[in-house]
C-alpha cells in the first residue's frame, strides 16, 4: 500500500513538474496570436517589448500604441501608448483565485504609471488588471478590476470597478459593477450610482469569433444619476439583444432604453420606453464581412486603402444583405406623465425595387420615395391637452393656466380632429400614419412628402 502511494505521489509530482514544460509554448503562441490580432486592428500597433520565459511561467511587456488620426484626421503625429504586462504562471497546480487547478493563470496588467500625475489611486495596484485561469478543456475563467480613484483637485470620485464572467463550449458570461462615480467640479456636480453591466452569449468562442449572429443579451444599468439640483433618474436600462433564426439563418438585434423615472425642474415623467429593432438581417452577409474584413486589415497597412476595399465589398453584396428585406421598428416608445401616457410604434422597409447602390442609400430623397412606413400613436387626452396648452403658452409668453392659453390649445386640437388627423376614443386621441411611394397618409388625409 505505502509502494503505491509513493507511486502515485511521485506521479503527480512529476506531473506537475513537467506539464509546464509542455504548456509554455501554446500559452506563448496565443501571446503572438494577441499582438498579431492588435497589429491587424485599423490604427493599432502592438509590439512585445521584452519576454522573460521560466519554467513555471512567463512575463511579456507589451508596448500597444494607438494612431489617434484614425478618430479625426486633423490629428497629425499623435499616438496613445500604452505598456501592458502579462504574467504566467503554468498548471497543473495553479492556486488563483479562480481555482485551484488549470493550464494557466495570467494577469494583464496596464500598472498606469504614467496617469498618476492625473489620478490618485493605492500605489500598490494596477490600474487595471484582468485575471484570466484557463482550463483543461479550453474553457475559461476570468476576473477584472479597477481601483477605486481621486484625481488631485478631489473633483473627480470613483469607487473602484469589479468584474468575472467565464467562457465555455456553451457560451460567455459576464457581470461587472461599480458602486458609485461623483463629478463635482463647475457648478452641476454629476453623481451616478450602482452601475452594473451583465452579458450573455450563447454560443461558443469559435461562433463568436465568425462574426455572425447568435442569441445573446447585455444589459448596462444604473441605479441614479443626479445632475445638478435639477435634474435627477433613476432605474436606467440599456438591453441589446440578438438572436438567429436557425431555418432562415436571418438575425435580428434589438436595443432599449428605459428609465423608471426622470426629473428635470418641474418636469417629472415614469416608465419611459424607446425600444428598437433591426430584423431579417442576413447572417451570411455579416459573416462574409467579418472574413472579408480581417483579410483586408491583415494585408494593407494603410487605413484608407482598407475602407476602400470595404466600401466596394458592401457595394457588391448589398443585395445580399437588401434580399430579405430588412425592417427597422420602433416596437415601444411609450411614457407616463402626470397628466396621463402615450404609446406609440413604427414598422419600415424597403419597398420592392432593384438593388440600390449604396451612394442612393445616403441620399434623404431615396428613402422617402422608398420606404414604407406605418406608425401608430395613441396618448391620453388630458396629456394631449396639456402638451398643447404648454406649447401656446411658450408662443404667447402667457401662462399656461391663462384663459386664452387654454381656449387656443383646444381649438387647436379640434382643428386636428376636424381634419382627420387624430380622432378621439374613450378619452385617447389616436393617429395613423403610413408612407408609400413617396405619399403620406394620416387615416383618410393624404398629403405628399417633397
Not at 500604441?65 to 499623435?78: E, K, L
Request: aromatic share 12%; hydrophobic share 40%.
Amino acid at each position: 500500500m505505502k509502494k503505491i502511494l509513493a507511486v502515485l505521489v511521485f506521479t503527480l509530482v512529476a506531473a506537475c513538474l513537467v506539464a509546464p514544460k509542455f504548456i509554455a509554448p501554446k500559452h506563448q503562441e496565443k501571446v503572438v496570436e494577441l499582438i498579431s490580432n492588435i497589429n491587424n486592428a485599423p490604427g493599432y500597433t502592438a509590439n512585445i517589448e521584452s519576454s522573460n520565459l521560466a519554467w513555471f511561467g512567463s512575463e511579456n511587456k507589451v508596448l500597444v500604441t494607438f494612431d489617434t488620426a484614425q478618430v479625426d484626421p486633423t490629428i497629425h503625429g499623435g499616438t496613445l501608448a500604452v505598456e501592458i504586462t502579462i504574467d504566467t504562471h503554468y498548471g497543473p497546480l495553479l492556486f488563483a483565485s479562480q481555482g485551484v487547478f488549470g493550464l494557466y493563470h495570467t494577469d494583464i496588467r496596464f500598472v498606469g504609471d504614467n496617469l498618476r500625475n492625473y489620478v490618485n489611486w493605492d500605489a500598490s495596484q494596477p490600474f487595471y488588471e484582468l485575471s484570466v485561469l484557463g482550463g483543461f478543456t479550453g474553457n475559461f475563467k476570468l476576473a477584472d478590476a479597477i481601483p477605486a480613484f481621486t484625481n488631485p483637485a478631489d473633483t473627480v470620485q470613483f469607487s473602484g470597478y469589479t468584474g468575472q464572467g467565464q467562457m465555455s463550449d456553451q457560451g460567455f458570461i459576464y457581470q461587472g459593477n461599480s458602486e458609485q462615480i461623483g463629478l463635482v467640479d463647475g457648478y452641476t456636480p454629476i453623481t451616478a450610482e450602482g452601475f452594473a453591466i451583465s452579458v450573455e452569449l450563447n454560443a461558443n468562442l469559435a461562433s463568436i469569433m465568425q462574426g455572425g449572429f447568435y442569441d445573446s443579451t447585455t444589459d448596462v444599468s444604473l441605479n441614479k444619476l443626479k445632475i445638478g439640483d435639477d435634474a435627477a433618474f433613476s432605474g436606467i436600462n440599456i438591453e441589446m439583444s440578438s438572436s438567429l433564426d436557425p431555418d432562415t439563418q436571418l438575425g435580428s438585434l434589438q436595443i432599449a432604453y428605459l428609465i423608471k423615472d426622470a426629473m428635470m425642474g418641474n418636469f417629472t415623467a415614469s416608465d419611459l420606453s424607446f425600444v428598437t429593432e433591426l430584423t431579417k438581417l442576413s447572417n451570411k452577409f455579416f459573416m462574409d464581412y467579418k472574413k472579408f474584413s480581417d483579410k483586408a486589415l491583415a494585408e494593407s497597412q494603410s487605413s484608407d486603402a482598407v475602407y476602400e476595399v470595404l466600401f466596394t465589398f458592401m457595394q457588391d453584396n448589398i443585395g445580399e444583405l437588401l434580399a430579405a428585406k430588412p425592417e427597422f421598428n420602433i416596437t415601444d416608445f411609450s411614457g407616463t406623465f402626470p397628466d396621463g401616457s402615450f404609446t406609440a410604434s413604427l414598422t419600415s422597409k424597403l419597398a420592392d425595387i432593384n438593388t440600390p447602390t449604396l451612394d442612393e442609400l445616403f441620399i434623404p430623397e431615396f428613402w422617402l420615395y422608398n420606404a414604407v412606413v406605418a406608425a401608430n400613436i395613441e396618448a391620453d387626452e388630458p396629456l394631449v391637452r396639456n402638451f398643447a396648452e404648454q406649447f401656446i403658452a411658450r408662443k404667447m409668453r402667457a401662462p399656461v393656466n391663462a384663459p386664452e392659453v387654454k381656449q387656443q390649445a383646444l381649438m387647436i386640437i379640434n382643428s386636428f380632429v376636424q381634419q382627420g388627423l387624430i380622432q378621439l376614443d374613450d378619452d385617447k386621441y389616436k393617429s395613423e400614419i403610413t408612407i408609400e411611394d413617396g405619399q403620406g397618409q394620416i387615416y383618410d388625409s393624404a398629403f405628399p412628402l417633397m
